[in-house]
């Protein structure tokens, strides 16, 4: 048979979504990747093997030879071919970094922009992920589970409940602090209009600082935190218990009260 085939027959209408909302096409309106000539294999071939092999569940650069044999889905994304995993290595270590993060926070920020138009919720954490092997700017830092190993440390920015992810800042395994991470965060609403801002900004003990406050309050986001209990939070718990009748209902069963 010379039909052309595919094992990954999912793609087939993932591929139709890219064209249809012609995200496919504006992926490649600024993308900073650059070939001269006719000598390179062009941004649509590299890109798009890049794309496949994550589509496919891949992390790695050698698992990218395993779409290779794929002659159905290329075609679909406008590819004439697949290309290596060499040159994919290749042209990710050409895209400038600065230039290629903003190219993909762009991307990121024009598929889910209309979505942000309702009110929802802004959660920040951070996550440790321990690294084995040699990575950049991997270092031993606050590693709860592996105990001396290397590691990054991810900031990232979801919408609450659907767990939609806005960005994510990979740092060194010794930012770990809430602060490594605030620059982002603010980069990223800062670039969207003011009407598709969160409606409150949510974090744990380790954003429950002034300084995140203050930026918070600055810009007129409301926000909900967690505080670390030291010995100041603890004395102001205690005497707020002694003051039963300044409770107030807050509504499904819970009550607040104010100090400072």
């Known amino acids: 048979m010379d039909a052309p085939v595919t094992r990954e027959e999912e793609l087939i209408f993932f591929a139709q979504f890219l064209k249809t909302g012609e995200r496919w096409k504006r992926l490649f309106k600024q993308c900073p990747l650059e070939y001269i000539g006719n000598q390179g ?3 649509v071939n590299t890109i798009g093997t890049a794309v496949l092999s994550i589509l496919c569940g891949h992390w790695r650069y050698a698992h990218i030879n395993a779409v290779r044999g794929d002659t159905l889905n290329p075609e679909l994304l406008g590819m004439t071919k697949t290309v ?21 926070g762009e991307e990121i920020q024009a598929s889910v922009e209309p979505l ?3 009110p929802w919720i802004l959660d920040v954490d951070s996550t440790v992920k321990t690294i084995f092997g040699h990575q950049q700017e991997a270092e031993m830092g606050y590693n709860p589970r592996n105990h001396g ?18 960005g994510v800042e990979v740092l060194s395994g010794k ?8 620059p982002g ?3 990223r609403l800062d670039q969207l209009p003011r009407t598709h801002w969160p409606a409150m900004l949510r974090g744990d003990c380790s954003y429950g600082n002034e300084g995140l406050m203050n930026k918070a309050e600055a810009r007129g986001v409301p926000y909900l935190l967690k505080l670390k209990k030291t010995e100041t939070v603890k004395s102001l718990i205690r005497r707020m ?4 009748a300044r409770w107030k209902d807050a509504g499904n069963g819970w009550e607040v009260i104010e100090a400072k």
Not at 85 to 94: F, G, H, L, Q, T
Not at 161 to 166: D, E, G, H, K, S
Request: proline letters at 3%; glycine letters at 4%.
């Open 175 to 182: 930012k770990t602090a809430a602060c490594h991470g605030l």
């Open 84 to 104: 290596s995993e060499d040159v994919v290595r290749r042209a990710m270590k050409n895209i400038p970094e600065e230039k290629g993060l903003d190219w993909l």
């Open 41 to 43: 294999s062009g941004i």
């Open 116 to 118: 942000l138009s309702q």
């Open 241 to 244: 218990k002694s003051h039963e």
């Open 185 to 187: 965060l603010w980069k």
């Open 149 to 166: 190993r290397p590691s990054h440390c991810y900031h990232s920015y979801f919408v609450a409940n659907i767990r939609l992810c806005l």
